[in-house]
């Protein structure tokens, strides 16, 4: 039999209550009461706004001048480019500062700037701008440097440039420090107080605002020329990496980035980005936003994962094609590399979490270390224990170092970042947000650091609070489910951050084929379920356990996101199974 792949977890389903005006919303769309429904339960409930939300369009993104910043940066960068001055990008070695740096580069090199990159290498440098490559890059002759997703932290690093005569520009969105660095213009659209209607810019949205006010500003109005005008469309593409990368809200204008963005990829003429599609099998087909989350993008991050990123920004600058399928081949091997590395650091960590009983009742956190780890993927596994047993966790790598760098991960309600500065006193250094964060720590502070996170951790979760939520959008019969309910829901992608795809649940199904295992090692489950005189296949990934478990069952309750399966020219309504319930 194979190997187990799922076990039952004890799921909150938490479905939306009916929302009143749906069917008048639906009638106004022309569309279903359900549709109406899942709008509304994105606070679409004005026709007007939720017909923008169906179909978002370019003009949608607000003009440039309205982010903080932008005017001052364009015309710094604008006279470093007129007068020769060597201009170095300094991005951050995601897939959203890659992009942005891409972005940047482009446009200056089509102004005739001088221009460079640098990103600095995840396990050595260590994320944000350092003051020992600041150093080197002034050395080398830097006259301007431009942060890319990164830099709104690093007051002493951008200070030591300043004071050398080297100027600065950042351009960043992470959350705003107490103190901000000495900078010739800081573009950041959480700055001005709220001015700038969408907070939740990427990186790579940041850098496309100053491209786009760039070109503006070498074109001498806010028409641009039509080459300018073709770059900053297809400059959409990277955007769109970087908003999905990044799980920043899909709506607003950052919808309307990912909804281009993905357009334009289908026939682009971008070598790399070809290239990279070509190497995951997308050139020409349709991409969507799960295909840059779950494809893409782990190819691009692998790179600075597992060696260094600046490849992948090679691949996104000025490689030749040539050059860009070599990366693009390299990137797929390390990327293969980083899965097997990843695997066999969760399964370890499975192991020792049940073996010291942190998944038990009276433990609320999970703090691990392991010798051998690699630094590059413990943050990916952070989040597969989460997922696995609901509490928040941190996984520390050593390699034999007395420091090890730690990535944590955690659930809704528990604020990561609040909770390392809480138990700061155990740490050399860390950062973060709400739902990440990074710690650097000495060997010897590790028990007590771990033991401080399960005090911490105690005193703000319940019981409750560890087992995982479903949201669902409503509760439904399997009749409703018909093809263009589905096809409408459809229309609600690119699916990511704020807009989740539509979940459902359907109670008393009949089991109408028995559940059989499927798929590289039988590690999903496929059956068929009848309601209301309608059938539909329910597939449930990574669940090839359930089949075993539903022997002889006759009837489920099932939740799940419904769609549309293409297969052999075929289509059909199918059901991916998010979680099933029976007697």
């Known amino acids: 039999m194979a190997r187990a792949t799922w076990r039952p977890r004890t799921f909150r389903w938490e479905v939306a209550g009916p929302y009143a005006g749906s069917a008048d919303l639906a009638r106004r769309l022309g569309t279903a009461p359900l549709v109406a429904q899942v709008l509304a339960n994105r606070g679409l409930t004005d026709a007007e706004a939720a017909r923008g939300f169906l179909n978002p369009k370019l003009s949608d993104l607000h003009d440039p001048e309205l982010l903080p910043g932008t005017v001052a940066a364009a015309e710094r960068i604008a006279a470093a480019a007129k007068a020769g001055e060597k201009i170095v990008l300094y991005g951050d070695y995601d897939v959203d500062g890659i992009a942005g740096v891409a972005i940047l580069h ?6 005739g700037a001088s221009c460079e990159f640098y990103v600095p290498h995840r396990l050595e440098e260590g994320y944000g701008v350092n003051a020992e490559a600041v150093a080197k890059l002034l050395e ?9 997703d990164c830099g709104i932290s690093a007051v002493e690093p951008l200070a030591a440039a300043r004071a050398a005569g080297t100027d600065v520009v ?3 969105h992470h959350g705003l420090p107490r103190e901000l660095p000495d900078a010739a213009a800081i573009v950041h659209p959480q700055l001005g107080g709220g001015a700038y209607p969408n907070a939740d810019l990427s990186g790579a949205g940041v850098a496309l605002k100053v491209a786009w006010q760039l070109a503006r500003r070498v074109c001498g109005r806010n028409r641009v020329d039509e080459p300018m005008r073709d770059f900053l469309l297809n400059a959409t593409c990277l955007a769109a990496l970087g908003t999905i990368a990044d799980v920043v809200p899909l709506v607003g204008e950052n919808r309307s980035l990912a909804v281009h963005g993905l357009r334009g990829l289908v026939g682009t003429r971008h070598a790399g980005l070809r290239a990279l599609l070509d190497s995951a099998g997308l050139l020409g087909g349709k991409v969507d936003a799960y295909h840059v989350g779950f494809v893409l993008a782990p190819r691009l991050n692998a790179a600075g994962r597992m060696g260094h990123a600046r490849l992948a920004v090679e691949l996104l600058t000025d490689a030749e094609p040539r050059r860009c399928k070599e990366i693009a081949d390299y990137l797929v091997k390390q990327n293969a590399e980083r899965q097997k590395v990843e695997r066999q650091i969760a ?16 433990s609320r956190a999970i703090v691990l270390a392991g010798e051998r780890w690699h630094g590059g993927v413990i943050g990916i596994v952070a989040s597969r224990m989460v997922e696995q047993f609901g509490r928040p966790a941190v996984l520390v790598a050593f390699n034999g170092g007395e420091v090890g760098q730690g990535s944590g991960r955690s659930i809704s309600g528990f604020h990561m970042r609040d909770a390392l500065a809480a138990c700061a006193e155990h740490l050399v250094s860390f950062g973060g947000h709400a739902m990440a964060g990074g710690v650097r720590i000495r060997r010897d502070r590790l028990e007590a650091f771990a033991a401080a996170m399960q005090r911490y951790a105690a005193e703000r979760l319940t019981p409750q609070d560890l087992a995982p939520r479903l949201r669902l959008d409503a509760e439904v019969g399997l009749p409703a489910l018909s093809y263009n309910v589905v096809e409408h829901l459809g229309r609600m992608a690119p699916f990511g951050q704020g807009n989740p795809p539509p979940a459902v649940a359907v109670r008393g199904c009949r089991v109408v084929y028995a559940p059989r295992r499927m798929g590289r090692g039988g590690q999903t489950c496929s059956m068929v379920v009848a309601q209301g005189g309608a059938t539909m296949r329910a597939v449930g990934f990574g669940m090839g356990d359930l089949a075993d478990l539903l022997v002889g069952v006759g009837a489920v309750d099932i939740a799940g996101r419904p769609g549309i399966n293409e297969f052999n020219g075929r289509t059909s309504i199918e059901m991916q199974l998010q979680d099933v319930r029976w007697e």
């Open 140 to 148: 080398a002759g830097a006259k301007l440097l431009v942060t890319v």
């Open 347 to 362: 399964e370890e960590a499975a192991e020792m979490v049940v073996a010291r009983g942190l998944d038990g009742p009276d």
């Open 170 to 172: 950042v351009t960043d």
């Open 106 to 111: 482009a446009c200056l090199r089509m102004i």
